[in-house]
């Protein structure tokens, strides 16, 4: 795949943003931006999963958490030097009205955290995700923990 250019990059955020705050999941664009066998690295999962199934599961279960979900554009992305991957930094903001995909059981009260994710793009597509951000800020935030 030739290097990731800017243009398309902020592009390709814009769509992914849209697509969270939009709730939008299996049948959506959400779908079209990841490959099949993306590697979907998040603090909410117990380990890594490797293909879309895991990505949507998880994408599912936070609209469901949060059905007010909203993902905000920080700064804008990152492509880094070598062309082949992009760091997008973000916040997501929601009420939590139903339970975690850890099982927690809804708490009614607002979060707002931020993060970092690592993409490795392969033809136009996430083939390779790892977010960053405090777990433990977001369930405190919502009266899961002290």
């Known amino acids: 795949m030739p290097a990731i250019t800017q243009e398309f990059i902020n592009d390709f955020v814009r769509r992914y943003a849209a697509a969270w705050t939009k709730k939008e999941s299996a049948s959506s664009p959400l ?5 099949e066998d993306v590697h979907w690295a998040d603090p909410m999962l117990p380990q890594p999963g490797k293909d879309k199934a895991t990505a949507l599961m998880l994408l599912e279960a936070s609209f469901t958490a949060f059905p007010d979900l909203t993902c905000d ?3 804008p992305p990152y492509v880094a030097a070598d062309g082949k ?3 997008f930094h973000w916040r997501l903001s929601g009420t939590m009205n139903g339970p975690l995909p850890t099982g927690a059981q809804p708490t009614g009260k607002r ?3 931020t993060g970092v994710d690592r993409w490795e793009l392969r033809d136009g597509r996430i083939c390779h995700y790892q977010a960053f951000y405090d777990l433990s800020s977001l369930l405190r935030q919502v009266g899961l923990i002290p």
């Open 31 to 35: 779908q079209a931006l990841i490959t």
């Open 73 to 75: 554009i920080m700064d």
């Open 85 to 87: 991957s992009v760091m």
């Open 111 to 113: 979060m707002s955290i």
